[in-house]
């Protein structure tokens, strides 16, 4: 049996593997979930606002929106009003100014603009604009890597194909000119949060420099080997400083400032837009509605500090799946005890779980719910087997202490988890019955076989509902008698008090059995003899079949009190009986004192009573 068990823990264990090896290498079914926890580690870590002070965003916000609107429209303003901020902007020596606006288009309406914004932007060496690729364009109809790459800061990597095309959104030409240039490309999971940044992109072999890095590259900043970065959040929505774009534009007008003239001395200055209408809105994992201008300043801090989040070696979650999944195989096989294994399965959970949250405050994303999920599935389905076959042990034990037991007491044993091996060979202080029908072998010859059974069977059905009205257990029938006993197998102190009350009870139901059966049932007489002491008590026979049972001396003692009741009366009880019923204070029965009689296998006399209920 056990190795069919092991078996069947390897069998279980292969099929979970099996479903690892799906789940991390193909499927990914859990890692939605598994990032949404991780964004709630990430988000609690960041409430409290930590971004870098040499970052400044001048907004676009609704305030500088309505403002323009009475005198220069709507959006998009003539480039000359961005030409004047960036002059009075470089006034105060910025170490950059990022723009996170993409200009694609010349303004035909008013070339004049453009020509100004193009030469405020050659005079300047600071300032940063994005592109952007169209990953769903055609290639075909693209740019030529090889032949425009270089101008664009796209470099050919050792597998480079020399006739790449990317199709790409390119800002104007003076912005080309300075080779301050890095896609602006979002990069968000398939539930559309942004978790992560590009610091390049792949075009069949060509990397193409993101905004981010190419402002770190610039300002000398060290950049990580990854393509990706993982955003390392500096607090929830609006966490960095954020200054209106109309407030600084108009300061600029005035003779005489209002604001400092060092405002943005050594700052990075990105200049972008939370006005709603610009539809720069993204998910993260901090905030459901985050601007796309702090996105990329966030990226820029990170390459600034050297400090993105880091993520934990691939091989981990299957890993720790494959260890926390044998871990609880083993604890079930080692003890099968489900309350105990949940329970330490509950506190692990916890413990990786805080510890995901501790990691995540020392920029490690360290994934525990997919592992979580396989050990609690392993625990599920362990735990099952084991109520499965506890229930068909269950079942068994009701099965066959349901032959010999009261059904109040199969379920008292039953619910303590009493088995066939926890209840042999044990010695138990017992009170044993005896009963036996006189002149059995006459009735039984005057009459026909099926008349007899059908007799004994209704004789037997009256006397086992006597015997377990008092709790006892109905060791077996013996031809014509009946053999029962009280202290086994659940503990009974009065078990004296309850088989002497049994044998009266018995006694009073074959008189009302010898009214109802007819002729047949006037010459039926029984005898009963009890006697109390030490005798083992189990299972005993063999393997194939067992019986509840008890032997010894007391058990041989009681089978020959019980054949001294002819001519004596119909109930004899030994003295230890007798003995053990009158401890009891309020014992109801009285004894008679029948005399001492020599019985075969006893070298002194036995002395018997005859027990009546107290008038």
Not at 116 to 122: C, G, H, L, N, V
Not at 177 to 193: P, Y
Not at 353 to 359: E, F, I, K, M, R
């Amino acid at each position: 049996m056990q190795n069919i068990l092991s078996r069947r823990l390897l069998l279980g264990m292969a099929v979970l593997l099996a479903a690892m090896a799906l789940e991390f290498g193909w499927l990914h079914l859990l890692q939605p979930l598994e990032n949404r926890l991780l964004d709630t580690f990430v988000r609690w870590q960041a409430r409290v606002p930590d971004a870098d002070p040499d970052i400044v965003i001048v907004n676009i916000d609704e305030r500088s929106l309505a403002n323009f609107s009475d005198s220069l429209g709507r959006w998009p303003w003539p480039r000359s009003v961005h030409a004047e901020l960036v002059e009075g902007l470089e006034k105060q020596h910025p170490r950059a100014i990022v723009f996170d606006v993409l200009f694609s288009d010349p303004d035909l309406a008013r070339k004049e603009a453009d020509d100004y914004f193009a030469q405020t932007i050659r005079a300047t060496d600071n300032t940063y604009f994005p592109m952007l690729r169209l990953e769903d364009g055609d290639p075909a109809a693209g740019l030529s890597l090889a032949q425009f790459g270089p101008q664009l800061g796209i470099t050919p990597g050792p597998a480079a194909k020399p006739d790449a095309r990317v199709a790409m959104v390119l800002p104007l030409p003076a912005m080309l000119e300075t080779g301050r240039l890095g896609i602006h490309n979002a990069l968000a999971d398939d539930d559309k949060v942004v978790r992560r940044f590009y610091l390049s992109m792949d075009a069949q072999g060509w990397r193409i420099p993101a905004l981010p890095a190419r402002v770190a590259q610039g300002l000398g900043y060290a950049l990580p080997a990854e393509d990706v970065i993982a955003l390392h959040w500096r607090g929830p929505a609006l966490a960095f400083r954020y200054v209106s774009y109309w407030d600084v534009y108009q300061d600029m007008q005035r003779k005489q400032p209002l604001r400092p003239t060092d405002e943005f001395r050594g700052k990075i200055v990105i200049i972008g837009a939370t006005a709603t209408g610009l539809h720069d809105i993204r998910a993260t994992p901090v905030d459901g509605f985050y601007p796309g201008v702090e996105i990329l300043a966030t990226a820029i801090d990170n390459l600034k500090r050297g400090n993105p989040m880091r993520q934990a070696p691939g091989v981990w979650a299957p890993s720790l799946a494959v260890l926390l999944a044998a871990m609880v195989t083993l604890l079930f096989a080692r003890y099968r005890h489900p309350l105990f294994i949940g329970l330490g399965l509950f506190g692990g959970t916890g413990l990786l779980l805080a510890g995901s949250y501790v990691a995540v405050g020392l920029r490690w994303l360290v994934p525990v719910l997919s592992p979580l999920a396989f050990a609690w599935a392993q625990y599920a389905a362990l735990a099952l087997r084991e109520y499965l076959a506890e229930r068909r042990s269950r079942m068994q034990a009701v099965s066959t202490f349901g032959r010999f037991l009261d059904p109040r007491v199969v379920e008292l044993l039953v619910g303590r988890g009493e088995t066939t091996a926890s209840l042999s060979g044990q010695s138990r202080e017992i009170s044993v019955l005896f009963s036996d029908i006189r002149g059995f072998t006459t009735l039984s010859e005057a009459n026909p076989p099926e008349v007899v059974v059908d007799l004994l069977n209704r004789y037997f059905t009256q006397q086992a509902e006597v015997i377990f009205e008092q709790e006892g257990t109905l060791d077996k029938y013996i031809g014509d008698a009946i053999m029962a006993f009280w202290g086994a197998p659940a503990e009974q102190p009065d078990h004296a008090l309850r088989a002497v009350h049994a044998a009266l009870a018995m006694s009073e139901r074959l008189e009302a059995f010898r009214k109802s059966a007819g002729a047949l049932g006037q010459e039926l007489e029984i005898g009963i003899g009890i006697h109390s002491g030490p005798a083992v008590v189990g299972f005993i026979g063999a393997t194939s079949r067992q019986d509840y049972t008890a032997i010894g001396d007391t058990v041989n003692l009681a089978s020959r009190i019980e054949g001294q009741t002819k001519g004596i009366a119909r109930i004899l009880v030994s003295e230890e009986t007798r003995r053990l019923c009158q401890l009891d204070a309020g014992c109801p029965f009285e004894f008679v004192d029948c005399g001492s009689y020599q019985v075969k296998g006893r070298a002194q006399p036995v002395h018997l009573f005859e027990p009546r209920k107290r008038t």
